[in-house]
């Protein structure tokens, strides 16, 4: 074990290695693997942001969903009680129509007797008259006796 | 594996013997042929397997985490940024849990001492001759292929350590409030040449127990393994023997090269965090 400029030789080398080390490989190195923390605490971060904001968007989905039900709900309500008035209406409408009806078909017919008991009126000097000739067995004179059948006919 | 002639001793030897490249004893420059004319070349020659191999491996290092520094992103990463972040990572930790200044040069100090005293170590899994006998066959006549089991390595790095706390102890402390520190600990004033003793230890200690664990933990460990393989040449026994010795040590081994990278660069972070300390009085 003899000592010699091998000691020097390395103590050259020892220094320079670690000179290249100190300025050129050491910095980078940590600065890399600082930045990927940083990115890691950062994905970290916004991983959990993600997942509050998924839990809020749920909530308000949750929300919304009960409201639109409420809301149809109240829809569907009103378009029951407006049916159940448009068949109240249409009820109505028809029994006034029915009415009508039934009124003009009745007056018609009122009308139509009336009618024929003009005619039957019209006619009945003249039945008078025919079953009166049968009876006297002559001819009346339907001037003469113009007066008197006036008055039956309008006694019938 | 000790063929070739040799005897046990002598493979030992020549494997723990550098490759030592110097001033001859004839006067002219070039390398060793044994160990005893390596030291003979005294302070003025250079290990130059030990020299190659650390160079070598802390180039692998730095090409490695250069590499994924300059395509770093902080994107998906890929499997070799992942595994460099991993690293970064835990000597980051490490670094942060001990040393609570602001000082750049801790962390990537700790870093490369740790990855680049790892690698060296890691050098010692290789079978013990597959090198040297590779490098034997084109002409190298020596082969030390662990960086960690040179003195002048580990303590090379442990002086460079120990030049900072110095520095940082001065610069944090003050030139005399680091001289105080030494001098008025632990007994007050008036015990001031024990005190100079007691701490002049412990500073001095600091670079010896951090150089000399790593070379002498790396060292015997290369020196079982070569104890192992010398079994291979006794014999079907011994061989079997030695292979399951080889593999109980090599998995044994793993985790001494981990821990002894990670003591040195923890130790290292340690120390800079005392020099940094100013006490209150």
């Not at chain 1, 600065?31 to 809020?56: F, H, K, N, P, V």
């Not at chain 1, 049916?83 to 018609?108: F, I, L, P, Y």
């Not at chain 2, 664990?213 to 192992?228: K, T």
């Amino acid at each position: 074990m003899n000592l010699n400029l091998t000691l020097i030789g390395q103590t050259l080398t020892f220094l320079v290695f670690v000179w290249i080390c100190k300025s050129s490989i050491w910095p980078p190195i940590m600065a890399a693997m600082r930045q990927r923390q940083e990115t890691i605490a950062d994905g970290l971060a916004a991983s959990e942001r993600a997942e509050q904001d998924l839990a809020s968007a749920k909530a308000e989905v949750a929300q919304q969903l009960t409201q639109a039900k409420g809301e149809a709900a109240e829809i569907i309500e009103q378009a029951r009680a407006r049916a159940a008035q448009m068949v109240e209406e249409a009820k109505s409408d028809a029994r006034a129509e029915g009415e009508r009806v039934k009124e003009s078909a009745n007056a018609e017919i009122a009308q139509d007797a009336n009618r024929v008991k003009e005619d039957l009126r019209a006619q009945v000097s003249t039945l008078a008259i025919a079953g009166a000739e049968r009876v006297l067995g002559e001819r009346i004179d339907a001037a003469k006796h113009a007066d008197l059948l006036d008055r039956l006919a309008a006694e019938l | 594996m000790a063929g070739d002639g040799q005897t046990s001793q002598e493979y030992i030897q020549h494997h723990l013997t550098n490759l030592t490249f110097g001033r001859l004893e004839d006067g002219t420059m070039g390398f060793a042929h044994s160990s005893a004319e390596a030291a003979q070349m005294g302070f003025w020659s250079i290990n130059v397997d030990s020299m190659a191999w650390s160079l070598i491996l802390g180039v692998i290092f730095i090409w490695i985490f250069k590499k994924v520094a300059d395509s770093a992103t902080s994107g998906v990463p890929g499997p070799l940024q992942n595994g460099v972040e991993m690293v970064v990572d835990f000597i980051d930790d490490t670094t942060r849990s001990v040393f609570s200044y602001t000082n750049d040069l801790v962390a990537p100090l700790a870093l490369t001492i740790f990855v680049w005293v790892f690698f060296m170590n890691l050098m010692d899994l290789i079978p013990v001759d597959w090198i040297p006998q590779a490098a034997h066959a084109i002409g190298i006549s020596h082969m030390k292929v662990v960086p960690s089991t040179d003195p002048n390595i580990t303590m090379a790095m442990a002086f460079s350590v120990f030049a900072l706390i110095l520095y940082y102890s001065i610069k944090c402390k003050g030139v005399g409030g680091f001289l105080g520190e030494l001098a008025f600990h632990p007994f007050g004033k008036l015990g001031a040449p024990v005190n100079l003793i007691l701490e002049g230890v412990t500073l001095i200690a600091k670079p010896l127990s951090l150089g000399l664990r790593l070379f002498g933990n790396m060292y015997a460990g290369e020196m079982i393994f070569i104890l192992i393989a010398i079994m291979f040449s006794g014999g079907a026994v011994l061989f079997a023997f030695g292979g399951v010795l080889q593999l109980g040590w090599a998995l044994f081994h793993v985790l001494i090269i981990t821990l002894q990278a990670f003591i040195f660069a923890v130790l290292t972070v340690v120390y800079l965090t005392q020099a940094h300390d100013v006490e209150e009085h």
